[in-house]
């Protein structure tokens, strides 16, 4: 038995797994965002709900563990951000702890009991208040130790032309640092800058999208656009990975018609050619990131009885 935890800078969401497909949820609790004390107290108080004393603890992360300082990245909790977030962890809590973001669990979830279940490839993304994505291979993160393999969405790539005809697209200015990120274009508020950009009207993704559901010609412009610009760099990454299946997760997977869009346009891009949908809705809609823990946890339990029994 393991304790997992899904936590973001708003809510943390903690659950009790003893396999993949049997975790029990705990009530939410407020993430206290500035006071590392009140952090760790919080996640000892869903620790000691869980009754026994668990194997280890998991913990998904909307940021990254740098591999070269093991420190974490993770601008919305000040309280965490910066520190040996897991050695910090085990010494207050006594426990084993793993740490891995959020996009990466998801991608872990779906490959072990979502939509991606059986396929040897899995990249999966995110596509909603941000743009992330991570890449699984066997089974296994390529970020078993921290990392920034799978960020898609960052760096200068997004294009200047987009559409048919041709439309001219800034490159908009990113969380990041960088300008051009497919992050901030791609993102719902991405979707929603490309919409004023085209048009001068200012909607919010909710309503661009159901607009293009209900025949809008400003909102299929503005899709149009905007799936052009996505393909191409999706497109990249399923040639670089060879991934077979490309779950999609976050608010805008939401639209089944989208994801399908994206999907006809990528398959027309790509080197390997499929005769079915690669591009996909995710199937885990609930809390991803706690699935995705708690496969990582329950594997690293595993993993130290192997090795206390060697001994």
């Known amino acids: 038995?393991?304790?997992?935890?899904?936590?973001?800078?708003?809510?943390?969401k903690g659950a009790v797994a003893f396999s993949a497909d049997d975790i029990r949820p705990f009530p939410r609790h407020p993430t206290p965002i500035h006071d590392f004390d009140a952090f760790v107290a919080t996640l000892a108080s869903v620790i000691?709900?869980?009754?026994?004393?668990?194997?280890?603890?998991?913990?998904?992360?909307?940021?990254?563990?740098?591999?070269?300082?093991s420190n974490a990245v993770v601008a919305n909790i000040p309280c965490i951000h910066g520190r040996p977030l897991q050695a910090d962890l085990e010494q207050r809590l006594g426990l084993p702890v793993i740490i891995a973001n959020d996009?990466?669990?998801?991608?872990?979830?779906?490959?072990?009991?979502?939509?991606?279940?059986?396929?040897?490839?899995?990249?999966?993304?995110?596509?909603?208040?941000?743009?992330?994505?991570?890449?699984?291979?066997?089974?296994?993160?390529?970020?078993?130790?921290?990392?920034?393999?799978?960020?898609?969405?960052?760096?200068?790539?997004?294009?200047?032309?987009?559409?048919?005809?041709p439309a001219r697209v800034p490159r908009f200015q990113c969380g990041c640092g960088q300008k051009g990120c497919i992050d901030a274009?791609?993102?719902?508020?991405?979707?929603?800058?490309?919409?004023?950009?085209?048009?001068?009207?200012?909607?919010?993704?909710?309503?661009?999208?159901?607009?293009?559901?209900?025949?809008?010609p400003l909102a299929a412009r503005t899709i149009d656009v905007y799936v052009d610009i996505i393909a191409d760099p999706l497109a990249l990454v399923i040639n670089l990975t060879g991934t077979t299946i490309l779950?999609?997760?976050?608010?805008?997977?939401?639209?089944?018609?989208?994801?399908a869009a994206i999907d006809t346009a990528v398959r027309t891009r790509i080197l390997r050619r499929f005769?079915?949908?690669?591009?996909?809705?995710?199937?885990?809609?609930?809390?991803?990131?706690?699935?995705?823990?708690?496969?990582?946890?329950?594997?690293?339990?595993?993993?130290?009885d192997k090795r206390a029994r060697t001994v």
């Open 1 to 12: 038995m393991i304790v997992c935890f899904d936590i973001g800078g708003t809510a943390i």
């Open 48 to 69: 000691a709900e869980a009754g026994e004393r668990p194997d280890c603890v998991a913990i998904s992360i909307a940021g990254v563990i740098d591999p070269d300082t």
């Open 103 to 165: 996009a990466d669990c998801f991608v872990l979830a779906e490959a072990s009991i979502g939509a991606a279940k059986g396929h040897r490839v899995v990249f999966g993304i995110i596509l909603g208040t941000g743009v992330g994505g991570g890449l699984v291979i066997d089974g296994k993160l390529i970020n078993s130790d921290g990392g920034f393999a799978g960020e898609w969405g960052h760096g200068p790539i997004s294009a200047t032309e987009a559409g048919d005809p």
């Open 185 to 216: 274009i791609c993102s719902a508020r991405g979707l929603e800058k490309l919409h004023q950009h085209l048009h001068g009207e200012a909607l919010t993704s909710e309503e661009i999208l159901s607009d293009w559901q209900k025949g809008d």
């Open 247 to 259: 779950p999609v997760g976050g608010g805008l997977s939401n639209v089944p018609a989208l994801i």
């Open 275 to 304: 005769e079915k949908p690669i591009v996909i809705p995710a199937e885990c809609r609930v809390e991803p990131g706690l699935i995705g823990a708690a496969v990582l946890g329950l594997t690293a339990a595993k993993d130290m």
